[in-house]
């Protein structure tokens, strides 16, 4: 097991809605990255975030955002859910934010929108 | 645009014979090439990775990785596979000339090992 945390573990909304997914990255890990994994498909990157800063994005909307805190925790929001949202998100945690960098996973989130 | 393909979408292999999970790649300049494989309710575990050097890469629990970069191919490999091994795996890629931190991932291959 890795030492990134993810919560909630299962979620559901309804469409129109705001979700908060909060992610605790491995300790000694400065750098966060957001996936999202639809059924069947292999991780599509959201988003990353080295020291507080965002600094690489992936091809989705400015309603999925991202925060990470000083401590390199990090929170996904995603606002006006679509019924499309409905995935499970995973969070990596890395330690620098090399192109040579291997992840670590959390367990994700499964979000269902209905 | 950088891309991963997994042609196959489910291997089968007899426990103990020899495993090949194919994976290609499209990307400019050098690439960062990663395996990571999926048990069911679980997040991904990193298996190996190849940034340069030796063309054959060993990682974890055996696996063992092939870049051939006139084949854009990063083919991951398994002398003896085992019914453990039964996964999901995925192939990604990072960096070249425009994919900074951009990883992309493969859609997946499906492994089933037989007793």
């Known amino acids: 097991e890795t030492g990134v945390t993810q919560s909630p573990t299962h979620l559901i909304k309804t469409r129109g809605q705001q979700v908060t997914l909060r992610c605790s990255s491995q300790s000694g890990h400065n750098t966060v990255s957001w996936y999202q994994q639809a059924l069947g498909q292999g991780p599509q990157f959201i988003f990353q975030y080295y020291r507080e800063e965002e600094n690489g994005r992936g091809n989705f909307p400015p309603r999925f955002s991202g925060l990470q805190f000083p401590n390199y925790s990090s929170e996904l929001n995603v606002n006006a859910l679509e019924l499309d949202d409905s995935a499970l998100y995973l969070c990596a945690s890395s330690h620098g934010q090399g192109v040579n960098t291997e992840a670590f996973f959390g367990q994700g989130t499964r979000l269902t929108v209905v | 645009a950088q891309s991963v393909a997994q042609p196959e979408d489910q291997v089968n292999v007899a426990e103990g014979n020899p495993l090949t999970v194919k994976c290609t790649y499209s990307?400019?300049?050098?690439?960062?090439l990663f395996w990571y494989v999926q048990y069911p309710n679980r997040g991904l575990q990193f298996l190996l990775k190849?940034?340069?050097?030796?063309?054959l890469v060993k990682g974890s629990y055996g696996f063992e990785a092939e870049f051939n970069k006139s084949q854009t191919s990063f083919h991951l490999k398994k002398p003896s596979a085992l019914v453990s091994d039964s996964a999901l795996y995925f192939c990604?890629?990072?960096?070249?000339?425009?994919?900074?931190?951009?990883?992309?991932f493969g859609a997946g291959t499906r492994l089933f090992v037989k007793a």
């Open positions: 990604a890629v990072r960096g070249g000339n425009t994919g900074g931190f951009k990883t992309i």
């Open positions: 990307v400019s300049g050098n690439p960062y």
């Open positions: 190849y940034i340069t050097g030796d063309n």
